[in-house]
């Protein structure tokens, strides 16, 4: 019968994915003696913590996943506070030329919030912030999903 991950071959199969660093399995002092938090902004520091949480609750935080969680959560902060730039702002303002022209120029703020947010969703995706991009992470159920989908499909219905 052939492995539903495309091969029977041993030798082409892909292992499973083992953790191996140090597991943090609640937040304390050990998460906030990350290198940068000191230098997170008290709404960046909500952030980092909620992401934290999120990721001891999905059992997949790791010591050296919390300088990417710091990046995420000052992305995340630079993100709104450029939006908060804009609603004050606007999302262009005008200036006068040295002709006296009166022209529209685009607020800086909206690029730098696009980019803040590509980076913290690149970031985030690493940690399932998503559903979709939890479904991407093999994290530990308790049941193996491979193992049902064959049960279903060979038919083998024994346990019920």
């Known amino acids: 019968m052939l492995d539903l991950r495309g091969t029977a071959r ?18 304390d002092i050990s998460c ?3 290198q940068g938090y000191s230098m997170l902004t008290p ?10 949480r999120a990721c001891i609750t ?4 790791e010591a050296s996943y919390l300088p990417m969680l710091v990046a ?7 993100y709104f506070t450029c939006c908060e730039d804009v609603i004050t702002n606007g999302r262009a303002y005008a200036i ?32 399932g912030f998503t559903p979709v991009d939890r479904q991407k992470l093999k994290l530990n159920t308790g049941s193996d999903p491979m193992a049902e989908i064959k049960r279903i499909i060979m038919g083998d219905d024994t346990d019920e």
């Open 72 to 78: 995420y959560a000052r992305e995340l902060d630079l």
């Open 10 to 27: 041993k030798d082409r199969q892909r292992p499973a994915a083992v953790v191996t660093g140090k597991a943090i399995t609640k937040f």
């Open 96 to 127: 006068i030329d040295q002709g006296g022209n009166k022209k529209w120029v685009d607020n800086p703020a909206v690029h730098q919030a696009n980019n803040a947010l590509k980076a913290a969703q690149s970031i985030g995706s690493n940690f």
């Open 58 to 61: 999905l059992k997949i935080l």
């Open 32 to 34: 906030l003696s990350v």
């Open 43 to 52: 709404r960046a520091r909500k952030i980092y913590g909620s992401a934290c």
